[in-house]
């Protein structure tokens, strides 16, 4: 079957929007997959192949060559190993997700996550949601470790969903990062987007979504601080993106520029970052409940390690 071609203007409203970001907008794919149709040549503007970061002129004629629909993706039910579960009720599970666990299954990740550890420990859960993401409410990097909540009830999903959207639920980390941040406590008020050459990453750009991170500083050391951080939003990567741009990555997170040699004198391999508290109103009778995390050993050990250089 040959491939759907779609041929339309450029609404005037999106003149000036980046390739990928006018794609998504208009055909509700990823910007991820419109930047490698661009890439591929598949998109055309007034009979001309542009780049995914090539701007739009409104009003201009675009030519998508559209992509293969995808395959749905399947949940695999597999036991997690390391995975606990903090609290569980008819209408929440809490779970401590450990390190290289994605949140959901989802194109390109055939490895575990915690939708399929609870389906293997024989946890049912909400089935609002796309198939793949039943139940999820929040998510947390692969890379990061700490609390995560999963509706079990349809009415679970629906109120949890919304405090996250409203922004009342408490969202605590703590990170390692490197140097000494200046102020000690603060907030990073900066939009988070898509990284401009690298579609892997996100950074600060102009035209991000609105991202508030605050920190407060709870141990310095000599080469790195340790901080509590509240997320007012909670977009993707967004602490990591934050401390990067304010010159004080996470320490061990190579993605964002931290310094390889100080990650592997402590012996670390991943980014120190850990969700250690995640307070909410419960769904079932709206009182208010905290559950919290310790550090797990890597992190733990690295924070030893940096403790005792600083002695």
Known sequence: MPAEVRTLPVPEGLEGE???AALARMFGFSRTKAAELAGEGKVLLDGSAVGKSDRVPGGAWLEVTMPEPAQPVQVVAEPVEGMEIVHD????VVVLKPVGVAAHPSPGWSGPTVIGGLA???YAISTSGAAERQ???HRLDVGTSGLMAVAKSERAYTLLKRQFRERTVDKRY?????GHPDPLSGTIDAPVGRHPQHDYKWAVTADGKPSVTHYDLIEAFRAASLLDVKLETGRTHQIRVHMSAH????VGDLTYGADPKLAARLKLQRQWLHA???????PADGRWVTYESDYPED????????RAESA
């Open 18 to 20: 980046r390739v990928d």
């Open 89 to 92: 009720d008819a209408d929440v």
């Open 120 to 122: 293997a420990a024989g």
């Open 135 to 137: 139940g999820i409410v």
């Open 174 to 178: 703590h990170a390692l990062v490197q």
């Open 247 to 250: 010159r004080h990555p996470c």
């Open 276 to 282: 250690v508290q995640l307070g909410f109103e419960h």
């Open 299 to 306: 992190l733990r050990r690295a924070l030893d390690r940096v």
